[in-house]
């Protein structure tokens, strides 16, 4: 407990109730589910064109 080289204990800092929480937005989440669904359709869309390229042959 108390300071060691002049930095505060880690253990006293993690039981500070001033630090802030940090918390990830509903928005950041639904920004990353969209950013996957749009990958995701790009790829089925790759894969169909490769798909109907092929069917050329």
């Keep these: 407990m108390g ?3 002049g ?3 880690p ?3 993690a039981l500070s109730s001033n630090r ?4 990830t937005s509903l928005q ?3 920004m990353a ?7 995701v359709l790009a790829g089925f869309a790759l894969v169909a064109l490769v ?6 042959l």
């Design 3 to 5: 300071t060691v080289n």
């Design 28 to 30: 950041e989440f639904a």
């Design 7 to 9: 930095r505060p204990d």
């Design 20 to 23: 802030p929480f940090h918390r």
């Design 33 to 39: 589910d969209l950013a996957f669904v749009v990958a």
């Design 11 to 13: 253990d006293d800092e």
């Design 51 to 56: 798909a109907k390229g092929v069917t050329k």
